[in-house]
């Protein structure tokens, strides 16, 4: 079956420290792998996204993720967290043979501490 | 405005009664999504359209539930005899096309309540 994990429910990090949100996923055929944030208040709005070449993708707002397909994993990553980062994050897969439609992990909440 | 919009953003129901929620997606997007976002939950894909083609209703919950699009443009989702839960934050979805390559773009949601 397809699914997404993300093992973390809920993470807190200082300002300015380091950050990583595992994703890990199952799915049949080649995916497509999405990272969106959510915001209070807010709509959903993708960080960054992988669909083929290189596995390191940038995104915006600093963060990047590297796609591991021997570990089935899309991890995100920032060097620097901002007190504005502070959100709901949500990996997210898709393929060519689910037309678009995505699966998507329960989501880390992150906390950023002063 | 250029993004995806839901109407109503809040909407308190008595268990019993049907709902509907409105998307107007991006203009020109071929391709509207519904998901439903159960509190503390990840998104659960419902519903997906794409121009005049059957739409993919794979992820409905049930047959309370249904929607429908005309054309391009707007779409409602309807739910009829809402149980208690029911109660969830729906989201709206659109992307350019119908296929994984594309990005969806989101609309704020409508939150659900059903008392």
């Known amino acids: 079956a397809q699914s997404v994990t993300q093992p973390d429910i809920h993470i807190t990090v200082s300002e300015g420290a380091s950050l990583e949100l595992r994703c890990n996923y199952s799915y049949g055929a080649t995916p497509y792998l999405f990272w969106y944030v959510q915001s209070p208040g807010q709509g959903l709005q993708l960080l960054l996204k992988y669909f083929s070449g290189d596995t390191l993708v940038q995104g915006i707002k600093g963060f990047e993720a590297e796609f591991k397909r021997s570990q089935s994993s899309f991890n995100l990553r920032k060097p620097s967290v901002h007190w504005s980062d502070a959100a709901e994050y949500f990996c997210a897969v898709g393929g060519s043979n689910q037309g678009g439609k995505l699966i998507f992990g329960q989501g880390t909440e992150l906390s950023v501490k002063p | 405005g250029a993004g995806v919009s839901q109407s109503p953003s809040n909407k308190v129901t008595e268990k019993g009664k049907d709902v509907e929620l409105r998307c107007d997606p991006i203009?020109?997007?071929?391709?509207l999504y519904w998901y439903r976002q159960r509190l503390g939950q990840g998104l659960e894909f419902l519903i997906y359209f794409q121009g005049n083609s059957a739409p993919d209703k794979s992820g409905l919950p049930s047959d309370r539930f249904s929607a429908e699009r005309t054309g391009e443009s707007v779409s409602t989702l309807t739910i009829q005899r809402t149980q208690q839960e029911d109660s969830a934050v729906y989201l709206c979805?659109?992307?350019?096309?119908?296929?994984?390559?594309?990005?969806?773009?989101f609309g704020p949601g409508t939150r659900l309540t059903v008392t």
């Open positions: 203009s020109g997007h071929t391709a």
């Open positions: 979805a659109s992307s350019l096309r119908l296929a994984g390559g594309y990005e969806q773009y």
